[in-house]
């Protein structure tokens, strides 16, 4: 079993460019998460999804959109590019809510 | 929404010593209070949990407290390792799906 993965690795984009980070997962949760990771700042929520046909805005939301597009994944989409953006996204599963989450590879984002 | 703190932002210990982070929490209605481990470079992992019924749970050489009158819970790590080396996050919810996490510890063990 894969777990949680994410694609791509690691992501250069131009100032107003647009992407999708890919999230899969095959551990058959309900729940799924997009982190942002910034030095000195934790881990942030960005979008999650409770359960497949349901998303919900996180605690960092704007700039951004998602899709549940089935129970395995999950998409987060950046319409519009800016270097605040640079980070290290994380993508979580869990069964449930306060339950482990479970953490994909991460994707390393640089905004020029 | 949930404001979670947490101190040291950096701890050196010496191998075998123990070490101890704490984190406070904003929100009384939180109950949930997970501890993640995260190694240079690898994706953040849970090490322990404890749920506001309980005030203590240990596993092996780890345990965490949790004062839910005072909102703060701290990790403690006895007997420190080399491996032990890593970043440490504290994080709170409440009954819902979003986990609001502290800036995290960065933990050395010096041999």
């Known amino acids: 079993n894969a777990g949680v993965t994410q694609t791509p690795k690691f992501q250069v984009l131009k100032t107003g460019q647009s992407m999708t980070l890919q999230c899969a997962q095959d551990m058959n949760h309900n729940s799924m998460y997009w982190y942002r990771q910034d030095p000195g700042m934790g881990l942030r929520l960005i979008y999650y999804?409770?359960?497949?046909?349901?998303?919900d805005k996180g605690e960092v939301p704007n700039g951004y959109n998602v899709s549940r597009l089935n129970k395995r994944e999950f998409s987060l989409r950046l319409e519009s590019a800016a270097p605040s953006q640079t980070s290290v996204y994380f993508c979580?599963?869990?069964?449930?809510?306060?339950?482990?989450?479970?953490f994909g590879p991460g994707t390393r984002l640089l905004v020029l | 929404g949930e404001n979670v703190e947490q101190h040291p932002s950096t701890l050196s210990v010496q191998e075998g010593d123990s070490a101890v982070i704490k984190c406070t929490y904003s929100?009384?209605?939180?109950?949930?209070f997970p501890w993640y481990k995260q190694e240079l470079g690898k994706r953040p992992q849970l090490i322990i949990d404890?749920?506001?019924?309980?005030g203590e749970k240990k596993d092996q050489r780890i345990a965490v407290t949790l004062n839910k009158t005072a909102k703060h819970f701290s990790l403690h790590i006895t007997e420190t390792q080399p491996e032990d080396s890593a970043v440490y996050f504290c994080a709170a919810s409440k009954n819902d799906y979003k986990l609001s996490f502290g800036a995290g510890t960065t933990v050395t063990v010096r041999a």
């Open positions: 404890i749920r506001s019924n309980v």
């Open positions: 929100d009384s209605a939180s109950n949930y």
């Open positions: 999804s409770a359960s497949e046909g349901t998303t």
């Open positions: 979580a599963t869990s069964l449930a809510y306060r339950e482990t989450q479970y």
